[in-house]
């Protein structure tokens, strides 16, 4: 995600925490806390971003990660990434006008894809279809 956040000591021992578990395999554990450092710390856009891609990637649960995936999507509108995640859930719920709509907001915002470049070109598609 673009922005920069300042984080304590406390809130980066959390993380830390949260990313070991997820080196080790343990997604729930992670992801459990991922959001005690929501709660705790309040909603950085990294980390509520983490719970809706973790979620939906090793847990696969669309439904729970889409909450995550949206909030993400507020806190952080130009972020690439927050996007295609939530298209990435979308299309899994079979969500097309969801699907439409996320893709035609964030592709008016002008910012050059990285990651979309593959999602288009893999469909033949270009932003324009969606503009």
Partial sequence: MNDTYYISPAHEKVLNEAFALKDEGRYAESIAKFKEAVAEFGENPNSVGMIAGMTYQYLKDPHQALPYAKRSIQLSPKSELASY??????????????????????????????LYKVLLKGNRLTKEDFL
Avoid: C, W
């Avoid at 995640?85 to 990285?114: C, W």
């Fill in 85 to 114: 995640t939530l298209v990435h859930i979308l299309i899994d719920l079979e969500d097309q006008e969801a699907v439409n709509i996320e893709m035609r907001r964030y592709f008016s915002l002008g910012i050059p894809l990285k």
